[in-house]
């Protein structure tokens, strides 16, 4: 029984640093999409350069936004409002869910009610 409450907080503790890591991710991509948008925007250069360091700033902020997502969906788990089930949902859930912070307007798989499911570190 020992044995399971530290695997326990184990996950817990690696799934809250997902978490952090998550925000740092999402902000890192951020700051560098509008920096190269700015300079792209407000620095003389050749029109080529500039095409380039917009396009590297969407890049950029796309795969930082898809992994952010990708960390959200995996580390802990999402309770349904109206059963309390506690689940881990699809990507595609999680990414077209809309959402206010962690709290995510989806289908529960156990009840097939849609509601705004809150994220949760524990089962």
Known sequence: MENYNEITYTKEDADRFMLRLEWVLT???TISFFALIFTASFISMPDISRVLLIIAGFVIFAVGI???VRIE???G???CQNCHNRYIPK???VFFAMHIGRTRYMKCPKCDEKSWNKKVLTK
């Open 91 to 93: 990507y595609s859930s």
């Open 77 to 79: 788990y999402y309770e």
């Open 27 to 29: 902000y890192i991509s």
């Open 73 to 75: 969906q995996i580390a």
């Open 66 to 68: 898809f992994y952010a």
